[in-house]
């Protein structure tokens, strides 16, 4: 059973356009949202988080929005820049029961062509 | 500040032939994780220690893999005897402590088996 899914493995966008990735989950009790980043032959990195009681956290070019009643994370990259081409992965996790466990999506491909 | 180190980065061993990964955590994480990640799909959690304590190991195959994390700070995951489908990335992680969400990924330890 897939809690956290990426729909789309691959995601295509011009430089300087905006980048739209997207995650659903299916666990209600789901109280934190994290996006990595992850380069060939590197580990995931951290980029961005939101907790359950808010539906917006930005930091510079990232924002990530969550719709609880959806179910549903997005993050966002404006401008969108060549390096910015990468796996990205959403995780969540619930923490009174499950002490931070995170549950990965599959992961979306972004490619940023100049 | 130094990050997660893993090594091997890369082995290729036989099937039914025993392999071990080492892993070093950020200095002062109390949280350590081993994820097996398999080709396009998201990390997926193996163990998670907190200080010497294996607190989550349910994922964890037991009849083949063992882990261990002695005076809680650097982990080995063992895997004896490998099997072909145990070809996949093994990454490792590491926190401040369990309700840190933000885990920080090593490089990862790339297994192949023949």
């Known amino acids: 059973d897939q809690q956290v899914k990426q729909n789309s493995p691959s995601l295509s966008v011009q430089e300087g356009r905006i980048s739209i990735l997207n995650c659903d989950y299916t666990?209600?009790?789901?109280?934190?949202f994290l996006w990595y980043k992850k380069y060939p032959a590197e580990g995931p990195t951290f980029l961005i988080s939101?907790?359950?009681?808010?539906d917006k956290n930005e930091d510079g070019r990232f924002t990530v929005f969550l719709n609880k009643s959806a179910k549903h994370l997005s993050l966002h990259i404006v401008p969108s820049q060549p390096g910015d081409s990468a796996v990205y992965f959403c995780a969540a996790s619930a923490i009174d029961n499950q002490g931070g466990k995170l549950i990965f999506g599959q992961g979306t491909e972004l490619s940023v062509k100049p | 500040e130094a990050g997660v180190v893993q090594s091997p980065r890369y082995k290729i061993i036989e099937k039914k032939q025993p392999v071990a990964f080492w892993c070093n955590p950020i200095?002062?994480?109390?949280?350590l994780y081993w994820y097996l990640q398999n080709l396009g799909q998201g990390p997926e959690l193996l163990i998670r220690?907190?200080?010497?304590?294996?607190?989550?190991d349910s994922q964890l195959p037991k009849d083949r893999f063992s882990a261990e994390r002695l005076k809680g700070v650097d982990s080995t995951l063992k895997i004896q005897p490998a099997e072909l489908g145990d070809s996949a990335v093994y990454l490792c992680a590491s926190s401040l402590d369990r309700d840190t969400d933000t885990q920080y990924f090593g490089p990862g330890t790339r297994l192949t088996v023949l």
């Open positions: 220690y907190e200080n010497e304590e294996a607190v989550d």
């Open positions: 666990n209600s009790m789901f109280d934190y």
């Open positions: 200095s002062g994480h109390n949280t």
């Open positions: 939101i907790s359950s009681i808010k």
